[in-house]
């Protein structure tokens, strides 16, 4: 059987005081993000609380913006004119990105998506990511020689290492990027229309980002498609891409358009995933299925559209 996955955010993710707070330290001068470093290695030997929000649900995935620079200036993500970066002493370094999976992996973080801006640009990505997979190998080589088995069984390294890209130049970089240890890999796509891409993209690419998602079907054994939705400019897309994931393997997600800084955002190109679910039902009636939500799952709900059946 052949299917397409579906997935679509409902809410807003929230998070305990304390991680809140965390990832609010995240996003601040790296001087902090150094303070912070420290005083999580502080309580390494007596606090490995995993993270906890107030409904009670454990996380354990840590999105990690590795840059604030894209190469496309998308209709619902960033104006024309691109927006102020900040200075580059204000970034975190590799070395203290892969310290800081080190810590959140200690509290059970097992799986890190790497985004941006564009991730691809950022010249150390390969570097970056073998450093991530390379420090938890060795600290589970390390356990598993002084420690033994049943511990080594116990203990939750990173699991998953994703990629959100949009794909303009990931083609390249992505062969050596699943040899340093990355797992999974995300592509934005919000048209199949080459014309239609130049105008909610704001820049050419149409045929490169098509090029990279055949080969990262080649390399991974799912790539998932991230598509969002406006009504009158790509909303008569949607039937489209769930074709598209026909006897490939791809997922698609309908991302929810939503405001955003520099965005415009408009009410009138809103719409909601209840709508999409009707746009696809209309087309696959009764062939719709929702599938079962992850334990800790808060941002999306999942469906299957059986397409055919193969022996």
Request: proline share 3%; charged share 30%; hydrophobic share 35%.
């Amino acid at each position: 059987m052949s299917f397409s996955r579906l997935s679509v955010p409902t809410n807003l993710w929230r998070t305990s005081r304390r991680f809140q707070s965390v990832l609010q330290e995240l996003k601040s001068r790296r001087d902090t993000i150094r303070a912070l470093i420290t005083e999580i290695e502080r309580e390494k030997g007596t606090t490995k609380r995993p993270f906890t929000d107030t409904h009670g649900r454990v996380h354990n995935y840590l999105r990690i913006s590795l840059t604030e620079k894209c190469n496309l200036r998308c209709l619902y993500c960033m104006p024309e004119e691109g927006v102020t970066l900040s200075p580059s002493k204000n970034l975190l370094t590799s070395d203290e990105i892969v310290k800081l999976v080190e810590i959140f992996a200690s509290h059970g973080i097992d799986k890190i998506r790497l985004t941006g801006g564009e991730p691809s640009i950022r010249e150390d990505i390969v570097e970056l990511v073998g450093g991530i997979f390379r420090a938890v190998q060795a600290k589970l080589s390390k356990l598993k020689r002084s420690a033994g088995l049943e511990r080594i069984r116990n203990v939750r390294g990173i699991k998953d290492i994703g990629l959100t890209s949009n794909g303009i130049i990931l083609t390249k970089k992505l062969r050596q990027l699943k040899d340093a240890g990355l797992t999974k890999v995300n592509i934005s796509l919000d048209t199949l229309d080459p014309r239609k891409f130049m105008l909610m993209t704001r820049r050419n690419g149409f045929a490169k980002v098509m090029k990279c998602i055949d080969l990262a079907e080649t390399l991974f054994p799912m790539v998932k498609i991230n598509t969002v939705v406006m009504r009158s400019i790509n909303d008569d897309e949607v039937n489209d891409f769930v074709e598209l994931t026909k006897d490939r393997r791809l997922d698609v997600r309908f991302i929810e358009y939503m405001p955003f800084g520099g965005n415009h955002f408009s009410t009138k190109k809103f719409i909601d995933y209840k709508t999409l679910l009707v746009t696809i039902n209309e087309k696959y009636d009764g062939l719709v299925q929702r599938l079962q939500d992850a334990p800790n799952d808060t941002t999306k709900v999942c469906f299957r559209v059986d397409t055919m059946f193969t022996t």
